[in-house]
């Protein structure tokens, strides 16, 4: 065990855990500048991700879109992203189509690299906007949304940490080595069991206006989905050929790499809330 980065792991996270789960219990402005802020920076490490694949993504465009898309649920707007997504493709066609061309370079993979990154980093994060605003949008508790947020942070983080130690200790058979060549399928079961522990302990703690069987499946989505979106993730690292997304976060990587289970539990957390009327 490299006990050197796990201090600088539990370091970061004694001094940014509050933040985030404060910013999401409080909501509002503060959420909103939380989480412009992670797709900001994630959009800077996907398009230098890109870039070693010499894709010259169109960073400003990609990322002034990307933060417009939170901008525009945050102020009830939802309804208009489709306008916002279809400024954001006439854009960057025009401007590709006169930009300068550069010897082994597509107009193509470029376009497809901004867009992408707008629709992973932005548009599956902004997910977590949306439900932080479902009271707003339903009428309920606003406050509500704020516990939903946590229990989804902790369980997501819980799984991580469970994963991580059920793996060192018992791990044996490698869960996806192609990707990820230290993931064991124990280290995944325990991170599974641990996420369902941690999000019924939430429920009994301090979440508010879901039953115990909304946050059990919450749990599930966290401990089987969460780890999949970090799949997804390692695979454009590794095609990328870099272990980090980036160097910013000490003892934890880039943004996308503290954030990526979020990714794709977000949008399911938010789709299964609507299908129960929450």
């Known amino acids: 065990m490299d006990w050197r980065n ?9 001094i940014f855990i509050p933040v985030i789960l404060g910013a ?8 909103l500048f939380l989480l412009e802020v992670i797709i900001g920076v994630g959009l800077i490490e996907f398009y230098n991700l ?9 960073r400003e465009l990609g990322i002034l879109g990307g933060l417009a898309l ?3 649920i945050y102020a009830g707007h939802s309804d208009k992203l489709w306008l916002l997504f279809s400024g954001l493709v006439v854009a960057l066609l025009l401007v590709e189509l006169f930009r300068k061309p550069q010897p082994n370079n597509s107009a193509l993979l470029n376009v497809a690299a901004t867009i992408l990154g707008v629709a992973y980093v932005a548009g599956l994060l902004s997910f977590l906007m949306l439900i932080r605003q479902m009271p707003v949008a339903n009428g309920g508790d606003y406050a509500h949304a704020g516990t939903w947020l946590v229990m989804i942070f902790v369980t997501i983080w819980v799984c991580d940490t469970a994963a991580y130690f059920v793996g060192l200790g018992f791990g044996k058979h490698k869960l996806y080595e192609r990707v990820s060549p230290k993931k064991t399928w124990e280290g ?3 991170g599974l069991v641990f996420s369902v522990l941690a999000a019924l302990a939430c429920h009994a703690t301090f979440v508010q206006g879901l039953r115990m069987i ?3 499946i919450i749990g599930v989505l966290a401990g089987t989905v969460g780890q999949m979106s970090d799949l997804v993730e390692s695979l454009f690292k590794r095609d990328a050929g870099v272990k980090d997304s980036s160097v910013l976060i000490p003892g934890h990587g880039g943004m996308l790499d503290r954030f990526d289970s979020e990714m794709l539990v977000a949008p399911l957390v938010y789709f299964y809330l609507l299908a129960v009327g929450i």
Not at 24 to 31: D, E, L, N, T
Request: without cysteine.
């Open 6 to 14: 796990l201090g600088q792991r539990v370091g970061v996270g004694v």
């Open 24 to 31: 999401s219990w409080y909501g509002r402005h503060a959420f």
């Open 50 to 58: 890109a870039k070693q694949r010499n894709m010259r993504a169109h």
């Open 70 to 72: 939170a901008l525009f």
């Open 188 to 190: 995944a079961i325990g």
């Open 214 to 216: 909304d946050a059990a």
